[in-house]
């Protein structure tokens, strides 16, 4: 079975500084990893993904994100945030052995403070 | 692309009380979701549908539970006996087939008093 550990429940960070919102994920077979946004009261929308191919994945809004195999890590990174970036942050795995459902992480509250 | 759409947004009622939740996915998707989300926790997967058939069920889906999605487009989500515990908010996602992304709607939060 996967699992997904966000190793930092919060992160109070100062605007226009850079962040990084970490993310470890165990599994036996291939994965694909997954970092959701959520603002309050709100769904989750899709930062980016790491289907297959290169380990470098940008997504919206400034995001990037590495997946590093050897490391089972997926570390969420922008190296310049904003007071709109404030939110809850999951990183999810999938595997196709699993049936398409995500398993999440408990979230990383990111603060931003100007 | 009108997304993923639930109703209702909120819902309030009383322990032992019956409720029931829609989910219409994005048209073209064949996967439908179900995820729940107790306060300050990340979704926790309840069940998920290819086109109507009912694929998988989580443990954490009690017999309190049913799920349907007869035509193989929108999807409900019905909870019996309604218990406190039950007291979060649902969450229904689409897709394509694997291994594509998982599309959420805005969710539906109950309490339950």
């Known amino acids: 079975a996967q699992s997904v550990t966000q190793l930092d429940s919060q992160v109070p960070v100062f605007e226009e500084a850079p962040v990084e919102l970490r993310c470890n994920y165990s599994s036996s077979v291939s994965v694909y990893l997954f970092w959701y946004v959520q603002y309050p009261n709100q769904g989750l929308q899709l930062l980016l993904k790491?289907?297959?191919?290169?380990?470098l994945v940008k997504g919206i809004n400034g995001f990037e994100a590495e997946f590093n195999k050897s490391q089972t890590s997926f570390h969420l990174r922008k190296p310049s945030v904003h007071i709109s970036d404030t939110a809850e942050y999951f990183c999810?795995?999938?595997?196709?052995?699993?049936?398409?459902?995500?398993?999440f992480g408990q979230g990383t509250e990111l603060s931003v403070k100007p | 692309d009108t997304g993923v759409s639930q109703d209702p947004r909120h819902k309030i009622t009383k322990r032992g009380q019956n409720v029931t939740f829609r989910c219409d996915p994005i048209s073209e998707h064949n996967r439908l979701y179900w995820y729940r989300q107790t306060l300050g926790q990340g979704p926790e997967f309840l069940t998920y549908f290819q086109n109507e058939a009912q694929l998988e069920k989580s443990r954490l889906l009690s017999d309190r539970f049913s799920a349907e999605r007869p035509k193989g487009s929108f999807s409900t989500l019905e909870i019996q006996r309604t218990e406190q515990g039950d007291s979060a908010m649902y969450l229904c996602?689409?897709?394509?087939?694997?291994?594509?992304?998982?599309?959420f709607g805005p969710g539906t939060r109950l309490l339950v008093l």
């Open positions: 996602a689409s897709s394509r087939p694997l291994p594509e992304t998982q599309y």
């Open positions: 790491y289907l297959s191919g290169s380990t």
């Open positions: 999810a795995v999938g595997a196709n052995n699993q049936g398409g459902k995500l398993i």
